[in-house]
């Protein structure tokens, strides 16, 4: 719950990649050892936003999927500018 919500989320305000990078692959081992596919799923949106931040933006209309609220709005905000125009990409 810490790393997801807590300095998971820091870390991808901040610009920090490589430390969200870091910090994505201790919340994907974690959730894996202990069977969290809720905060797997955490761990796989932060990596779509890394991927989509590095000029992919064709990997948001996917990552938009599925999400809950809380997952949807950190999506949002970890994104800025770009995932408004790749949520009007995924409705068109």
Do not use: I
């Amino acid at each position: 719950w810490a790393l997801a919500l807590g300095a998971l989320p820091v870390a991808l305000w901040r610009g920090d990649d490589a430390w969200a990078r870091d910090l994505a692959g201790q919340l994907e081992e974690h959730a894996e050892r202990h069977g969290l596919a809720y905060w797997s799923d955490w761990a796989r949106l932060a990596r779509q936003v890394l991927v989509a931040r590095s000029g992919r933006l064709e990997t948001l209309p996917g990552a938009a999927r599925g999400l809950d609220a809380v997952q949807g709005d950190h999506l949002v905000t970890w994104l800025g500018a770009a995932a408004g125009a790749g949520v009007d990409a995924a409705a068109q």
